[in-house]
């Protein structure tokens, strides 16, 4: 033995040259330890260099009977090459050697000391043991004895290294015990005794026991002894794979070779599973013999105190649903399970959990194995990795921790953020990503080798702060995601910066999966290399309904970097683009577009704007070079560069375009309005003539600006709200969206627009009082509307709008009247809009439309007043020959309007006739009056003014006065004056006159003497008062059941209201009737009021009963 070993105990059993008799009496004695010796605390270490025996070390001397004498024998000694030996020269005597008392102040401390012993042919039984305190917990014999390390005879080998863990014993005082029994054989070496603090716990996740080591149990995995637990036995291993995979190795619970009621049980490794615990998952078969036995189970328990204790995780038995059984019942012996007879288990682990057990109950039946015992860490407080429940990312650490999830052993992970995240104060001096990757900052997630397999749904939450310097392939905060994968819902912030060359972008360097709904407005700069997007590198997945708003160039001057897009730098075959935007800067050096550089792909329903610039070839404001195909797209970036540069595709080749145009501005040396080179197949495309600057292209079609923002323009396009050309909706033109150029509809599809209104016109005019309809349209682009809201306001005095809404139409059209109860009033002005309403929200077209109620036929109303205040002239069912309005107002009252007649201009003898509207006066007397003013010519001349009555809607008139004008008439109100007479506010006079009964119509009329100009405003119509009705009275024909309440008809009245009560001085308004009697119900004592009324005015009721 070498020496650098620490310990070594040497059991001699028989090499001495004793001669012994065959009734030779043999009487051990050993001594008690002192219980005086110093007490040590963990770690210790002794390698039996020194002294014999070492510090506070006990070897019993051992008595024997040798020949009647007593001789004392001290067994153990120092060995000369450093090390213990056990000597003993006399078959069955039990030799000690007790370690000092050390103190294990917690778990994963463990003993370890190296043996060397080897088995004679003919002595061959020894026996060697240690104890910990009370408790066996190493054993050899017979065959075991031999360390097969070079042992010669006399002479120790290389030594066995023993572990064995002391957790039990934690927070404990303990002794170790090295036991020997000898039977003649040779010597036991013991050296290198330590116990020492070793963590052989699993700290690197996933971690998977394959058993496909020859060595069982695996390293630091334990199966019970014999020795150890009488009452249990071990699992076996065994040959068979789980699954049928190539490869060898799983663990067997042989149920059958053990009788019913027996243990068979295995523990893992200890494991390091942090605060969040993880997840247990292992394959297993299970058949039962001849038939199933529901007493043979399986449990899997926990221990969160390093093997000390154990809870149960999860009980199966072999019952038709106990979940054990994965294959038909075997008949001959030593079943083995086939690729099919395999399942999968996976169970949760608490926080805390350290080990697990694998704890069989035998019913003597089946064969159970056990194969691919894999443990899961949970890096995350919540969540626990499934699609349903992912892992929730609430910092930067845990952000960082979604590394330890790469690889196809990690496919389907899924992972949340539940927070915006900022990286900066993690990337800067000081912080946990600083120490871990210097100045460069982020390294990126996955790699060519380990790609990120699992899903991360940024729930619409953002990351800032990223930096992420690195020449070298695969950058961005995403390196790599292989097929499968997802990224969705996640936005990069504008101070995210990404440098690489190639495979870079702000998000997902090389994409094979799938990134959706994400968004960017990083800085992406480009090495000496190619494949640089704003928002995927390289892409041979599909990019969905994806944002970028950002910058993409080369990272210097003089640098070549190629196939740079706002999007994706290079879309290779496999990749699909669909449902993106780009408004970004992007410059390169060739292959350069605003959504990819270069495609082979597949492009479809994208939009870009921006710039673009490349100081080489082959740049497009939609994709530089174009080998694949593109669909339904459209871009306004300006383009410039050296040569193939078009306002959609730069460079064609074997491609093809359809239902695309572009707008952008093109310069550059070979260019074109749509495309600057010619190789694709392009259908029903266009471009802007006017805006682009350029008249040739190609391939496609040039259109003038007002051409193509004409829905005729695009010959079998798809719109919305149209189907002649298919229902899918792919575009949608409005004038008020994208500067009436078409937009792919998706761009406003979960926004609500304003409707259409389509009548009544604004400023409508004379809508009839008795109803109309109010009618629109959905918008052209955005969603349709799930229902409307109708508003209908007027101005009930000034700056107080009465409002009414009337909520949720289905229909594209509404009558105010009939549907909404409204009662207009002749001449009102209302004000109308519509709303549009969506689980988007709601929003309503603006401004405000006017409409204007019709003016009332018949003057019907009083008083009545015409103020001339509206431009309209004549008004509403008057008729006017030879009047004019004028901006006079009658006394220089607020506000404007007059009618003149302009005698100054009006030869002698000329008339002029207003006519009024027609006048219902209910049979009452009625008076006029009217403001007026009037100066004659310095020469005096007598205009007049005659007022007619007509009581046959003007069929014929009277006339009932003469005003004259003249010097002193009645009609002056201002000295004669040379030029037009215009009335100050103190030039106006007042006239009024009673009406005959049954005027219905008035006409005033100028009689011109050529002198100077008159004046009328304010023209009122009023009736006399009502009187109350008379003879109000009780008619009873009790006979024949009439009890009625009559009176006399009132001269003017149009309606009746009829008031009741008991007490006559707070009688009960009920109702109103055009007849001159209501019946009414007997009682012992009631009291009656009538009271009469016209239009809405009622006369004072002195008369009741």
Not at 418 to 436: C, V, W
Not at 693 to 722: C, H, N, P, V
Not at 735 to 757: F, H, K, Q
Request: hydrophobic fraction near 35%; include cysteine.
């Amino acid at each position: 033995m070498k020496k650098s070993f620490i310990l070594l105990l040497i059991l001699q059993i028989g090499i001495l040259s004793f001669a012994f008799a065959a009734d030779l009496a043999i009487s051990p004695q050993v001594s008690a330890p002192e219980s005086s010796r110093t007490t040590y605390i963990a770690p210790y270490t002794q390698n039996f260099n020194g002294s014999w025996p070492p510090a506070d070390w006990y070897a019993p001397i051992v008595w024997i009977n040798l020949y009647g004498l007593n001789i004392e024998y001290d067994f153990v000694q120092r060995y000369s090459q450093a090390c213990a030996i056990f000597a003993p020269g006399f078959a069955g005597y039990t030799i000690k050697l007790y370690s000092p008392v050390i103190y294990i102040p917690g778990p994963m401390y463990r003993l370890k000391f190296k043996w060397s012993h080897g088995q004679l042919s003919t002595y061959n039984a020894d026996y060697g043991a240690v104890y910990v305190n009370q408790t066996k917990v190493w054993q050899r014999q017979n065959t075991e004895f031999n360390s097969n390390d070079g042992y010669s005879n006399g002479n120790p080998g290389s030594g066995v290294l023993e572990s064995i863990d002391l957790s039990p014993w934690v927070g404990e005082y303990i002794c170790v015990t090295f036991e020997g029994v000898g039977n003649s054989g040779p010597y036991w070496y013991i050296d290198d005794f330590a116990v020492e603090y070793v963590d052989t716990s699993i700290k690197t996740f996933p971690s998977t026991q394959t058993f496909s080591s020859a060595t069982f149990p695996p390293q630091y995995w334990s199966v019970p002894d014999s020795w150890e637990a009488p009452g249990s036995n071990p699992f076996w291993r065994s040959n068979a794979n789980a699954y049928g995979v190539t490869g060898n190795g799983s663990a067997l619970c042989s149920f059958e070779n053990f009788v019913a009621g027996r243990s068979i049980d295995m523990r893992t490794q200890l494991v390091d599973l942090g605060p969040y615990g993880g997840t247990l998952s292992y394959d297993y078969a299970y058949s039962p013999y001849l038939a199933a036995n529901p007493n043979e189970s399986l449990g899997i328990y926990y221990s969160n105190d390093y093997g000390i204790s154990f809870y149960s995780l999860a009980d199966y038995n072999a019952s038709s649903a106990g979940g054990l059984i994965t294959a038909a019942p075997h008949s001959g012996g030593g079943w083995t399970p086939g690729a099919t007879d395999w399942a999968t288990k996976t169970l949760a682990l608490p926080p805390g959990a350290n080990m697990v057990k694998f704890h069989g109950i035998s019913a003597y039946n089946g064969r159970l194995f056990i194969d691919n015992v894999r443990f899961d860490k949970n890096y995350f407080a919540s969540g626990d990795g499934t699609e349903g429940n992912p892992y929730m990312v609430s910092s930067a650490a845990e952000l960082n921790l979604m590394r330890n999830y790469l690889g196809s052993a990690s496919s389907r992970k899924y992972f949340k953020l539940a927070n915006n995240i900022d990286l900066t104060s993690y990337l800067a001096l000081g912080g946990e990503g600083y120490a871990a990757w210097g100045t460069n900052g982020w390294l990126p997630i996955g790699n060519s080798t380990t790609p990120f397999y699992g899903g991360l749904d940024g729930d619409g939450h953002s990351i800032s702060g990223l930096r992420s310097w690195y020449y070298g392939t695969y950058h961005g905060l995403f390196g790599y995601i292989a097929s499968g994968s997802l990224i969705r819902y996640l936005s990069m912030g504008s101070d995210c910066n990404i440098l690489g060359d190639a495979h870079t972008s702000s998000l997902v360097g090389y994409n094979a999966g799938s990134v959706d709904n994400c968004s960017s407005a990083a800085t992406v700069k480009v090495g000496n290399s190619q494949n640089g997007g704003g928002i995927v590198g390289t892409n041979f997945g599909s990019v969905s309904n994806c944002t970028f708003t950002g910058t993409v160039s080369r990272s210097g001057d003089g640098v070549n970097a190629n196939a740079l897009g706002g999007i994706v730098g290079n879309n290779g075959l496999s990749g699909t683009i669909t449902r993106c935007k780009s408004n970004a800067t992007i410059s390169g050096s060739t292959w350069t577009g605003g959504i990819a550089g270069w495609n082979d792909g597949s492009i479809s329903l994208c939009k870009s704007t921006g710039t673009i610039s490349a100081y080489s070839n082959s740049n497009g404001g939609l994709v530089g070079q174009n080998n694949g195909n593109i669909y339904n797209s459209y871009s306004r970036c300006n383009v410039s560069g050296a040569q193939y540069i078009g306002g959609l595709v730069g460079y064609n080749s074997n491609s093809t375009i359809t239902n695309s145009y572009s707008t952008g501005t093109v310069s550059g040396g070979q260019k074109g309005g749509l495309c600057g080179q010619s190789g694709a197949t392009i259908t029903n495309s266009y471009w802007d003539t006017q805006t682009s600057g350029i008249a040739t292209s190609y391939g496609g079609t040039g259109k003038t600006t007002a051409q193509m923002k004409s829905q005729a323009t695009f010959t079998g396009w798809d719109f919305l709200r149209e189907i002649a050309n298919g229902n899918a909706d792919y575009w949608g033109i409005a004038s008020t969206d994208n500067n009436g150029y078409p937009l792919l509809a998706w761009e406003v599809e979960n926004e609500i627009r304003a409707p259409i209104l389509i009548a009544p016109a604004d400023l409508a005019i004379n809508m009839p009082k008795a109803g109309f309809e109010l009618s629109w349209d959905a918008n052209q682009v955005g969603m349709l509307p799930s229902y409307y809201n109708v508003y209908m306001m007027r101005y009930t005095s000034p700056g107080v709008m009465e409002e009414h809404l009337f909520l949720q139409q289905s229909g594209t059209s509404f009558y105010p009247v009939i549907q909404g109860g409204l009662v207009f009033n002749y001449g009102d002005t209302w004000y109308w809009t519509v709303e549009a309403a969506s689980w988007a929200g709601t929003v309503r077209t603006l401004p405000l439309r006017s409409l204007q109620i019709e003016s009332n036929p018949l003057i019907d109303v009083f008083p009545y007043v015409q103020t001339f205040a509206s431009t309209t002239f004549p008004p509403a069912f008057w008729n006017n020959a030879g009047w004019y309005l004028h901006d006079a107002n009658g006394y220089g009252a607020t506000g404007t309007g007059s009618v003149q007649a302009h005698f100054y201009s009006m030869n002698t003898g000329t008339t002029c006739d207003l006519i009024t509207a027609t006048i219902d006066t209910h049979g009452m007397p009625g008076i006029l009056s009217f403001d007026h003013a009037y100066a004659t010519y310095t020469e005096v001349k007598n205009d007049k003014l005659e007022i007619w009555y007509s009581i046959d809607s003007g069929a014929s008139y009277n006339l009932l006065s003469t005003y004259n004008g003249g010097a002193d008439g009645q009609l002056v109100t201002a000295p004669p004056y040379e030029y037009e007479f215009v009335p100050s506010a103190s030039q106006w006079a007042t006239k009024s006159i009673d009406l005959p009964s049954g005027t219905n119509k008035l006409k005033f009329r100028g009689v011109s003497s050529y002198g100077n100009n008159l004046y009328l405003d304010n023209i009122t119509i009023n009736t006399s008062d009502l009187v109350s009705p008379a003879n109000v009275r009780v008619f009873i024909d009790a006979a024949a059941a009439v009890y009625e309440l009559r009176w006399d008809n009132t001269p003017g009245a149009s309606w009746y209201g009829i008031y009741q009560g008991s007490d006559p001085m707070n009688l009960q308004y009920m109702g109103w009737t055009t007849n001159h009697s209501v019946g009414f119900v007997p009682v012992d004592k009631l009291f009656y009021r009538v009271s009469a009324g016209s239009g809405s005015t009622a006369g004072v009721n002195l008369d009741s009963k």
